[in-house]
């Protein structure tokens, strides 16, 4: 008489199934992690800007003279808090998706103007279409996306507020966008 070996394991196709299933849980989770830290950084860049046009305003406009806003010597505005703490290295300005910001005052310094540069186009799109109005009124004369310009009034701007479809035109679809809003 023979004796029946119970022979246990898994067959090589079953063996490839459980590691696909794996596999696919594995960039599913990598997936939701990356969108996840996508939203973060849209969610705190969009608290960037207000944050530096409300620090910025707060400080400076009783005055109503911008002329120490400077983004060669970030110094003054470090000193004071002006500049979110995550949004500053080595006395260099960045925002949540690591491009460069620059803040400087026009030549008048009786407004000053906000960049963000190398942007993503969906951050882009967001960035374009905040809405500046408190009230009846807003602090923002224009915004340049790229090279269109935006403004309340004006016979060779497009009008404000920016509509979803200008901006998904206006906006590139590489990382290297800008967006530059003047406020006074």
């Not at 969108?35 to 860049?45: A, C, E, P, V």
């Not at 030549?107 to 963000?116: G, N, R």
Request: charged share 20%; aromatic share 10%.
């Amino acid at each position: 008489m023979k004796k029946q070996i119970n022979e246990s394991g898994y067959t090589l196709i079953e063996s490839i199934m459980y590691i696909g299933i794996i596999c696919m849980l594995g960039i599913s989770i990598v997936s939701l992690i990356n969108t996840m830290l996508d939203k973060y950084r849209m969610s705190r860049i969009t608290q960037q800007i207000k944050d530096l046009q409300k620090n910025i305003d707060f400080r400076f406009s009783a005055a109503e003279n911008y002329k120490l806003l400077s983004n060669s010597d970030p110094s003054l505005l470090i000193e004071e808090r002006i500049i979110p703490g995550d949004m500053i290295s080595d006395n260099d300005l960045y925002h949540a998706y690591n491009g460069e910001v620059e803040i400087t005052s026009n030549m008048d310094d009786s407004a000053y103007d906000i960049t963000f540069y190398d942007l993503p186009y969906t951050t882009c799109v967001e960035l374009a279409m905040i809405d500046w109005v408190n009230g009846h009124n807003s602090h923002l004369l224009h915004i340049k996306v790229n090279d269109t310009y935006f403004t309340w009034q004006g016979k060779n701007a497009q009008k404000l507020p920016m509509l979803y479809s200008q901006a998904i035109e206006t906006c590139q679809m590489d990382n290297e966008n800008e967006i530059t809003w003047r406020f006074q």
